[in-house]
């Protein structure tokens, strides 16, 4: 138990520490006023005062926030980070008396920064681990990909025509798509061939919703003992980069299912479910663990994105409009659309701690 929370604690504040931070050091940057610099919310448990900064730890650890002066809709916020001093006067170093490249630049910062962090991660486990080259050593009689006309010896070169690298891409494509007509790109000595096959499905456990899953699978098989591959720097980079884009791309269908109704929001998880989730990687070894810290660090730079008020999409949906009618969207708006993302947000962030209790109950 203490392990897990050790886990969480390491994960959840790292990931904080990292997106905030990009904000903060944009912010200086570009010489915005920070106030304070927060991991967490609500009443400050422990911190200390350097310069016009307080840097803080806070009680509710679902976040945190760099306090920038001068930013429209305050009061909204003010339960969460604290109220800015009342005989504080306007200056040229508040947030809103900066160009619109400025603002953009220090709103898109923290994404950026979890982008990075996932980069380097996957690039340094890539380094470390090298690849499995998507060959095809053997095909499982009466599958889909025999089905299809697959044979040993294919080199797989894309599922969905997204390029892939290494064999457990092709996995993680292949498994959350149970029961789908896909397409697969497959070299075959100097042909290019492609083919459509419909996937299988096999049920699998799920910690997430801790119960048996549908994944898909099309039953082809490899031999690590031939396909495995050093990668150099350069390379390294680019498969950390590509698994960087994989999941950013699959986060993002997730949510866009769930907002469409596609799939359900009982599959959303909260802190409770990353709690439990980075014990169990943690116990398997530091590289398992970091690969896990940098698939949560997507994960909040796509969330971050939703162009909902109160979180980053929501400033840059703000600062697009600005640009696009060449005036700002007003005071009142902003604000009023900002408590209701806050409500949403607050929504959501019920609804993902309810079905994390619900998991736990089984």
Known sequence: MLFTIAATIVCLGVLIFVHELGHFLAAKSVDIEVSRFSIGFGPKIVGFTRGETEYVI???????????EGMVGEDVVEPIEGRSDPERQPSPRDFDQKPL????????AGVVMNTLFAVVVFSLIAGLNGINIPLVSGVVAGSPAEAAGIQAGDLIVSVEGRAVDDFADVGRD???RPDEEITMDVRRGEQLLNFRL???????WSEL???SVAVG???VQTNPEQTHRALG???ALGAGLSETWAWTVNIGGFVGRIFSGQDSASELGGPILIGQMSGQFARLGLLPFLSFMAIISVNLAVLNLLPIPVL?????????????RGREVSVEQRIRLTQVGMLFVLGLMVLAIANDIFRLLG
């Open 58 to 68: 806070s009680a509710i650890p679902l976040g945190g926030y760099v306090k920038m």
């Open 101 to 108: 490249w400025a603002r953009f630049y220090v709103i898109i």
């Open 174 to 176: 292949i498994r959350v």
């Open 198 to 204: 419909t996937t299988g499905s096999e049920m699998q």
């Open 209 to 211: 919703n801790k119960d």
């Open 217 to 219: 699978v099309i039953g």
């Open 233 to 235: 720097p350069v390379a």
């Open 312 to 324: 980053d999409g929501g400033h840059l949906l703000f600062l697009a409009v600005e640009g696009i």
